[in-house]
């Protein structure tokens, strides 16, 4: 069983400053990619930032220069780098795993951006 934790949502200004983690209970090598999805109140959940295990990485075009996905094998751990906020970003966060045929998910964390 994979288990995924999000951590480091929070209240931040506009223009501020996050740094979400993801931190999951296996190496990630057994994962073909890891990804960030966001999902705001009253809409569906949408893609924000994805990394392949040989490191390809894509961005939504709502966050490209803004946000930063990156990992840290020897943590196992996740990141997502998110510069200049607006309050547009106001979202649940939640990271998840391909480990073929299976997709784990994170339970989510809350990102508000609101002055």
């Known amino acids: 069983q994979v288990l995924l934790v999000e951590s480091g949502g929070g209240l931040v200004q506009p223009g501020g400053s996050l740094r979400l983690s993801c931190a999951a209970s296996r190496s990630l090598a057994s994962f073909s990619a890891m990804g960030w999805y966001r999902q705001a109140l009253g809409k569906e959940r949408e893609l924000v930032a994805t990394?392949?295990?040989?490191?390809?990485?894509t961005y939504a075009d709502a966050v490209k220069g803004r946000f930063t996905i990156s990992r840290t094998s020897s943590t196992n751990t996740m990141y997502l780098q998110m510069n200049s906020l607006k309050p547009e970003d106001t979202a649940v966060y939640y990271c998840n795993a391909l480990h073929p045929p299976h997709t784990t998910w994170g339970q989510g964390t809350q990102v508000t951006v609101s002055s």
């Open positions: 990394i392949t295990t040989v490191g390809r990485i």
